[in-house]
């Protein structure tokens, strides 16, 4: 499948992701692929508008394929903090370009804020006349009649000139931003092993995969993936995580999630441009403890075999489905829209 997207340039080391440039594979009897197109330079709205599949959308298969393309339910305030702790972490230096903190009203305590701030003032100037006088007639007056009066408005006139295309955040925000960024770039795995330093972050990769499991067998899937950080030896993606427990609960989290599904369908799809290694990472910021001060919590996990080979199997039996709906939808839903007859759970009441 040919794709008319900008990619990056080959010619350009740092931005190309070229098998020559990756570990040796072993000698096995799948030998590494040609090469194909290669990474692409696109934004993060480009990549989820693309036709592809990617692993958000074969994951609600699992419920129901005609779930497929329902909405995330992902609350604006969620994905919003989960964007800011991804450039706070990935990409600390684009920090002051894209965002920038609202001025404070308390930082600014002499500010004239109200209509009545602003006729008090002219009442104290002995300037007559401005008792009929809407906001922006009354600020017009103070900025003509008292020399060196500051406006609310003004500062937030001279805020919002300066922060154009920035997203305004509170100043906790901001703080919870730094936080997370110095956490996760001080912890001695991320830092020992390169991870977010050493690689490269956000690229976008598309591939025609085929499989060989009974149901798939002989269709190729477009499918996409766009690793949070890709080193020739890692795969690592951030997760920012409600936190506040044993980093056991992130694990059930991540089976609930089918986080290890995201992580199959990347790792096949890497795999067609030359990537031939398996380890697949999850960095977890703890956000309870970036909320509550003190210590902020940074976890690197490493998906064992077992987990990813679990990943693997949820893959293949959600591309099982989606076969099996787009060929016969109405037989499908004959043969799961029926009366279930439930058992006790295995780990029992107690």
């Not at 025609?208 to 795969?235: C, E, F, H, M, N």
Request: include cysteine.
């Amino acid at each position: 499948m040919t794709y008319s997207l900008p990619l990056i340039d080959p010619d350009d080391p740092q931005n190309f992701i070229h098998p020559e440039h990756m570990t040796p594979p072993p000698e096995t009897e799948n030998p590494a692929p040609s090469q194909k197109s290669g990474a692409v330079i696109m934004s993060n709205d480009e990549y989820h508008a693309h036709p592809s599949l990617g692993s958000t959308t074969i994951k609600r298969a699992l419920s129901h394929p005609a779930r497929m393309s329902a909405p995330s339910g992902i609350r604006r305030q969620t994905a919003d903090e989960g964007t800011r702790l991804h450039c706070a972490v990935l990409e600390p230096e684009e920090l002051h370009n894209r965002y920038t903190v609202a001025p404070r009203p308390e930082d600014y305590p002499h500010a004239l804020k109200t209509s009545d701030d602003l006729k008090a003032a002219l009442r104290a100037a002995g300037v007559k006349g401005y008792s009929a006088k809407k906001r922006d007639d009354l600020a017009a007056m103070v900025r003509e009649s008292i020399p060196g009066a500051v406006l609310w408005s003004d500062i937030l006139s001279e805020h919002g000139s300066g922060a154009a295309r920035k997203t305004f955040v509170s100043q906790d925000e901001w703080d919870e931003m730094r936080r997370a960024r110095d956490a996760a770039l001080s912890h001695p795995v991320i830092r020992g092993e390169g991870i977010f330093t050493d690689g490269r972050g956000e690229l976008s990769f598309f591939a025609d995969v085929t499989y060989s499991d009974p149901g798939i067998y002989g269709r190729a899937w477009a499918l996409k993936a766009r690793p949070d950080w890709l080193q020739t030896t890692r795969v690592t993606d951030l997760k920012s995580w409600k936190g506040g427990a044993g980093i056991d609960a992130f694990y059930s989290q991540a089976n609930r999630l089918h986080y290890d599904l995201s992580a199959a369908l990347y790792l096949d799809v890497l795999r067609e441009h030359g990537h031939r290694s398996d380890r697949f990472t999850w960095v977890v910021i703890d956000k309870a403890t970036l909320r509550t001060g003190g210590r902020v919590l940074i976890h690197v996990v490493t998906m064992s075999p077992a987990f990813l080979e679990q990943g693997r199997d949820k893959l293949s039996a959600a591309l099982d489905r989606i076969n099996a709906w787009e060929s016969a939808p109405e037989v499908y839903d004959r043969q799961t829209l029926i009366e279930h007859i439930a058992e006790p759970p295995a780990y029992g009441w107690r």
